[in-house]
C-alpha cells in the first residue's frame, strides 16, 4: 500500500508572491493535497531509471516509424508530416520537456508507461516549485525530493542557445486564452529561460503576428513596431493547429523549413503525444518490463486480461474506458474526442492507499528524468478532478 503523509499547506502569501493565485482560487480549490506521498531511494531510482530507458526506446520507435512512413497510421494528418521530417533531422530543434505518466511504483507493483506528455505537458508550478514549498512548509529537508526540474530547464534553455548559435537568443511564450493554469506554467518556463540567457516575452496565441515571410512576431503597443522572434514556445498542441488551423501549419512549416523560427516543443514530439505510438513502441520492444500491451485492434471476447481503450489524442482522462477480462466495462469517462481513433492497451493496477483512492505517478523527463509528483483520483481514470500530491524520500 502506498506512503502517505498529512502535511501543513504552503501559505497563501506564498502564491501571491509568485503570482500563481490560480493555485489558491475557488477554481482551484482541494487541486493541491494536504497529503504527501513518501517513497524511498530505491523507489526514487526506479522512477528516474524507467523514464531514461523509456525515453531511449521511444527516439528507437520514432526513428522506425519515419523508415516505415507510419505518421498515418499514428493518426498525423498529412499536412504534419514534412514538419516532423524537418524537425527530426535538425537538431537545432530540441525537445525541451516531456512527462511521462506511470502507474505502479510505490507499493510493490511495478512501473509501468502510461503514456507520454509530450508536447505541451502541464503541471510544471506544482512539481518543480509547489512541492519543494511543502517541504519548506514542514520542516523537511530540500534533499528528501526527486526534484532538480527548474535546474533541468535552465539546463534545456542553455542547450538550446548552443544549438542555434546563430540565432538571437530572444523567445516569445504562448498559451490560449483562458486557462491560468496554462499561464502558470509558460510563467515558470520563461523564467527558466531567462535564467538561461534569453530575452523573453508573452502574448496570447490570438495576438501573435504570423508571417510566411518574416517569421513571427509579439504585438507592439502604439508606440512600438511588433519585434521578431527567433524562438516561440506554445502551449497549444500541435493536433490542433494540424486539424483547426491548417493555414497556420502551413505557415510554420514554411518559416522552419527556411530557418526564420524554432517552434517549441518541436513537431516530431507529436510523434509521441500520439497514443497509437505505445502500439509501435510494444512491438519493437514486446514483453519489455516497463511497457503495456498495445493494440489498435480492439480485443474480441475474452481477453484473459482487463484493458484501457483510448482515443489516440485525448487529453485529462477525456473518452477512456477501463474493461475488466471478460470485456465489460468497469470505468467509463466521456468527452469531446469521441470521434478519434482508439488503442487498447493492456491495464496496469495503480498503487492506492487504506482509503481506496488510486495513485498515478508523473515523472518529467528535460534530457533527463529530472522530477516527480503524483496524481490522486476516486477511480483509474485520472481526469482533470485529480488532486495533486509531492512526495518526499524517506
Not at 504552503?10 to 482551484?28: K, M
Not at 526534484?147 to 534553455?157: G, T
Not at 516497463?290 to 489498435?296: N, P
Request: charged residues 20%.
Amino acid at each position: 500500500m502506498i506512503s502517505i503523509r498529512p502535511i501543513q499547506t504552503v501559505p497563501d502569501q506564498v502564491f501571491r508572491q509568485l503570482g500563481w493565485e490560480y493555485f489558491i482560487s475557488n477554481e482551484a480549490e482541494n487541486y493541491l493535497s494536504t497529503d504527501m506521498v513518501q517513497i524511498d531511494a530505491a523507489q526514487q531510482d526506479t522512477y528516474a531509471e524507467a523514464a531514461n530507458t523509456l525515453y531511449d526506446i521511444m527516439v528507437q520507435t520514432g526513428e522506425y516509424i519515419l523508415q516505415k512512413n507510419l505518421l498515418r497510421e499514428l493518426g498525423i494528418p498529412a499536412n504534419m508530416h514534412e514538419l516532423i521530417r524537418i524537425t527530426w533531422e535538425d537538431e537545432r530543434n530540441l525537445h525541451l520537456f516531456g512527462r511521462f505518466d506511470f502507474a505502479g511504483g510505490t507499493s510493490g507493483l511495478p512501473v509501468k508507461m502510461l503514456e507520454f506528455n509530450a508536447d505541451t505537458p502541464t503541471s510544471l508550478p506544482e512539481t518543480a516549485i509547489i512541492q519543494w514549498a511543502q517541504l519548506e512548509a514542514n520542516s523537511i529537508a530540500q534533499d528528501k525530493q526527486f526534484n532538480f526540474v527548474y535546474e533541468a530547464l535552465i539546463e534545456q534553455f542553455r542547450r538550446l542557445r548552443q544549438l542555434n548559435p546563430g540565432r538571437e537568443a530572444a523567445i516569445l511564450f504562448s498559451t490560449l486564452r483562458g486557462a491560468p493554469e496554462d499561464d502558470h506554467n509558460v510563467a515558470l518556463l520563461r523564467e527558466a529561460a531567462g535564467e538561461a540567457g534569453f530575452e523573453t516575452a508573452f502574448a496570447y496565441v490570438d495576438e501573435v503576428v504570423f508571417s510566411d515571410i518574416n517569421g513571427i512576431f509579439a504585438p507592439g503597443d502604439v508606440n512600438k513596431q511588433p519585434l521578431q522572434f527567433p524562438f516561440w514556445f506554445k502551449l497549444v498542441p500541435w493536433e490542433y493547429i494540424a486539424f483547426d488551423e491548417p493555414e497556420l501549419c502551413t505557415m510554420l512549416t514554411q518559416m522552419i523549413k527556411r530557418g526564420q523560427a524554432v517552434v517549441l516543443n518541436p513537431a516530431y514530439t507529436l510523434m509521441f503525444q500520439s497514443k497509437a505510438f505505445l502500439k509501435y513502441m510494444w512491438d519493437l520492444f514486446p514483453d519489455h518490463p516497463l511497457l503495456l500491451e498495445t493494440s489498435l485492434e480492439e480485443p474480441i471476447g475474452r481477453s484473459n486480461y482487463p484493458f484501457v481503450q483510448k482515443v489516440i489524442f485525448g487529453r485529462e482522462g477525456s473518452n477512456v474506458t477501463v474493461y475488466d477480462d471478460i470485456g465489460l466495462p468497469l470505468e467509463v469517462r466521456g468527452g469531446e474526442y469521441g470521434d478519434q481513433a482508439c488503442v487498447f492497451q493492456a491495464y496496469a493496477q495503480l498503487d492506492r492507499d487504506d482509503t481506496g483512492q488510486y495513485y498515478q505517478a508523473g515523472v518529467f523527463f528535460a534530457y533527463e528524468a529530472c522530477g516527480l509528483g503524483f496524481r490522486r483520483g476516486e477511480g483509474r481514470i485520472m481526469d482533470d478532478g485529480a488532486q495533486f500530491l509531492g512526495h518526499t524520500v524517506v
